[in-house]
């Protein structure tokens, strides 16, 4: 869980991350304040390469009338295969489920 005063949240909050395809690479990275009912595209600052790492960044805005979110990230690999959300699927195809954080917005 994370707390942020309402008086940073009204300029905006920077949230970045990292996202990893193995030998496929990542071709974009999604984010959703609203546990994933709607995606916006993040940038990618800096794509990697095969088998490394890359950075994304993504500038939210929270709304003004809601206090709590549940922040959610996907990648799409450089196949085009959306991560998906599953718990319990095989470690060799790929991780499962989407990093999610909550996030309370306060005075």
Request: proline share 2%.
């Amino acid at each position: 869980e994370s707390w942020i005063k309402i008086a940073d949240a009204a300029k905006g909050v920077s949230v970045k991350g990292v996202a990893f395809g193995g030998d496929r690479g990542i071709s974009q990275v999604e984010f959703s304040s609203d546990d994933g009912e709607s995606w916006d595209e993040a940038k990618i600052d800096y794509p990697g390469t095969k088998l490394t790492w890359a950075l994304w960044s993504f500038n939210w805005a929270p709304d003004d009338d809601v206090d709590d979110y549940t922040l959610v990230v996907r990648a799409t690999d450089g196949e085009g295969k959306v991560q998906e959300f599953e718990e319990d699927r095989a470690f060799t195809s790929g991780i499962t489920g989407f990093h999610k954080v909550i996030v309370h917005i306060f005075a």
